[in-house]
């Protein structure tokens, strides 16, 4: 961060052509008068140019921390981030990977920032899924978004390329789904959770069919084992069955994620399946 006195004479002017900084030179105050300065939340979205008075002192920010490239930024403020995952990276740690997931990438983000702000887990996508995820940026704005997942308040919508020909244009997939706690596999079958997935034809093709999916529930895994039970497996979906993987990743992405905001603003997002 670099500081400076804009010396009599120059009132009026603007910030350009007004304003020499110790660290920074003119060149620095042009890029401030363009925005480049400002922080993401700052509010001054097409600001070119500020108009100061005489023996002002101005204070110009670093630079803003590089967003990981890792992930897609989609959203950001004050309470929250939404980003598109890309298949292949965890949401969160596990034993076996603590350090290349989307939660870390974002705590080194917000961290890098010089702030007292934290990342907070809200929801997860499978490590194969790829997609819309929110993160809150408190403890308290978590617990706002948790509480309207666990009320089914959320608005989660999914795209998944399945093997073979789906035969009726929409429907409702209700088999419960069950996890097993030492191997944590998922399968549908009975004794397990309610489940409720609901689908409809967006396009039939020559040996696959792509469907759009809501949620009505969030269990883990409840597509990818309720789409294998129904006897068309996703895509690349090896763990459940499927014979085919020609993009050589899972092909389920999370396209919409509507929820209420700490401030009562109703927020959608949407992200097209690359598949």
Do not use: N, W
Request: glycine share 12%; charged share 30%.
């Amino acid at each position: 961060m670099v500081s400076g006195v804009l010396r009599g004479g120059s009132g009026g002017r603007r910030l350009p052509g007004a304003v020499s900084c110790r660290g920074g030179g003119r060149h620095r105050g042009r890029r401030a008068a363009r925005g480049d300065d400002l922080p993401r939340d700052a509010g001054h979205a097409g600001a070119r140019s500020a108009e100061v008075g005489a023996d002002a002192r101005v204070t110009l920010g670093a630079d803003a921390p590089a967003f990981p490239s890792a992930l897609r930024l989609v959203h950001e403020d004050a309470d929250l981030i939404v980003v598109d995952k890309p298949p292949g990276l965890l949401t969160v740690a596990t034993e076996r990977e603590r350090r290349r997931t989307a939660y870390r990438l974002l705590s080194d983000y917000v961290a890098a920032q010089g702030r007292a702000a934290r990342i907070f887990i809200v929801h997860r996508l499978d490590r194969e899924t790829s997609g819309l995820l929110v993160f809150a940026k408190s403890a308290v704005v978590k617990r706002h978004l948790q509480a309207q997942f666990v009320a089914r308040a959320v608005e989660r919508g999914y795209v998944a390329a399945v093997e073979g020909r789906v035969r009726e244009d929409q429907g409702t997939l209700r088999e419960p789904v069950v996890e097993d706690p030492t191997t944590l596999r998922v399968r549908t079958g009975p004794g397990g959770r309610e489940a409720i997935t609901e689908y409809r034809v967006r396009e039939r093709r020559a040996r696959s069919t792509v469907l759009e999916l809501r949620l009505r529930t969030g269990r883990r895994g409840q597509i990818r084992a309720q789409l294998a039970a129904l006897g068309h497996p996703i895509v690349g979906d090896r763990a459940f069955g499927a014979q085919t993987d020609p993009l050589q990743r899972l092909c389920l992405h999370a396209t919409v994620l509507g929820f209420t905001d700490a401030h009562g603003r109703r927020l959608r997002f949407t992200s097209v399946a690359p598949f």
